[in-house]
């Protein structure tokens, strides 16, 4: 079992960087292939960032990448999502995902743990 907490969300302005942040309990955390997802309001969920469970590969949405860069912390039991460059479209619930799969791991499938979600939302 492993729980996802996830913080760090709030307001910010266009332009303006952000770090969320997902704490995962469970001493296999090291184990998981971490994500990050984002619902928009009136929109389905959809992926925006993944990382393998060794952090040696990382995926990302053609939307964010340049922009938001996914990072873990193995020791911390933590995965981050760094946000630059934000924009008013990147508005949304982030969530994060755990998932044993090695492989498959930008689709929201092959996750089996999921948090709660934090608020992002950008002024323009």
């Known amino acids: 079992q492993l729980q996802l907490v996830e913080s760090g969300g709030g307001l910010v302005q266009a332009g303006d960087s952000l770090r969320v942040s997902c704490a995962a309990s469970?001493?296999?955390?090291?184990?998981?292939?971490m994500a990050w997802f984002r619902q928009a309001p009136g929109k389905e969920r959809e992926f925006v960032a993944a990382?393998?469970?060794?952090?040696?590969?990382?995926y990302y949405a053609p939307s964010v990448k340049g922009r938001f860069t996914i990072s873990r912390d193995n020791a911390k039991n933590t995965v981050y999502l760094q946000m630059n460059s934000l924009k008013p479209e990147d508005t949304a619930v982030y969530y994060c995902?755990?998932?044993?799969?090695?492989?498959?791991?930008?689709?929201?499938?092959?996750?089996?743990?999921w948090g709660q979600g934090t608020q992002v939302t950008v002024s323009a």
């Open positions: 995902a755990a998932s044993l799969r090695g492989s498959g791991i930008n689709y929201q499938g092959a996750y089996n743990y």
């Open positions: 469970g001493r296999t955390f090291s184990s998981y292939a």
């Open positions: 990382m393998t469970w060794s952090g040696g590969s990382t």
